[in-house]
């Protein structure tokens, strides 16, 4: 049987039960709020860019500065609230992963040269070093491909010297092309049996420029008919 004393108990336990119940919307909205404010909207070039302010603030920047609750850098927003920055946002794309991730991924229709001027705009010391080197790595590599040059001799052997010939070859020496007949067109008559052997190895040119020999009539004629093939 219920007493007042029951009665009382009961609604003073449906009381707590509202109040923590109600709780938790605040609760949440708290988070919410939170999290939002994390979050930064930028307008570089006219494309808008979301990202967190954490990651913005990963490394000692402008865009460090700029994303601050009461940030030091004064700049306009526009109609959505976001800060505007006048530079190209293909390249920012580039900077704004390398902050998510510490990489540099390039596009192919962008150049290093591109990205080391965005970075030394926002002033991110990491990524102007790093790509410094990435240019200097790039610069090496085609110098290296600009100074080195394929020689090709053409050696001529009976059929049953071919295979020892291509066993013998050593020094950096690679087999091109095996030839036994004439090419089409040609004048010269290759001797029954006989076979021509292309071979080639890779040098420095500049090491070998005073040793440039005219080209005979011979590898004249291996020229043309691998033009052909």
């Not at 900077?95 to 991730?101: D, K, T």
Request: contains cysteine.
């Amino acid at each position: 049987m219920l007493t007042d004393d029951n009665f009382t108990n009961q609604q003073n336990c449906d009381n707590i039960s509202i109040t923590n119940i109600d709780s938790h919307p605040t609760l949440n909205s708290t988070i919410s709020s939170n999290s939002k404010r994390d979050w930064v909207l930028l307008n570089v070039g006219g494309k808008h860019f979301m990202t967190t302010r954490s990651t913005l603030s990963k490394e000692e920047s402008f865009l460090c500065r700029l994303c601050q609750c009461e940030p030091d850098l004064k700049t306009d927003v526009d109609d959505k609230g976001a800060y505007l920055i006048d530079r190209d946002p293909n390249y920012f794309n580039v900077v704004l992963n390398y902050l998510r991730h510490g990489k540099l991924i390039l596009e192919t229709n962008l150049v290093e040269e591109g990205v080391l001027e965005e970075a030394e705009f926002y002033n991110i010391r990491p990524l102007i070093e790093l790509v410094k080197e990435k240019i200097r790595e790039r610069d090496r590599r085609k110098l290296n491909d600009c100074t080195t040059n394929r020689v090709y001799r053409v050696i001529q052997c009976q059929e049953k010297e071919v295979t020892q010939l291509m066993s013998s070859l050593s020094d950096g020496w690679k087999f091109e092309q095996l030839i036994g007949h004439s090419p089409v067109g040609s004048s010269y008559m290759y001797p029954e049996g006989e076979f021509l052997c292309i071979v080639s190895k890779q040098y420095d040119r500049g090491t070998r420029e005073d040793n440039n020999t005219s080209v005979s009539e011979r590898v004249k004629i291996l020229q043309e008919r691998g033009s052909r093939m």
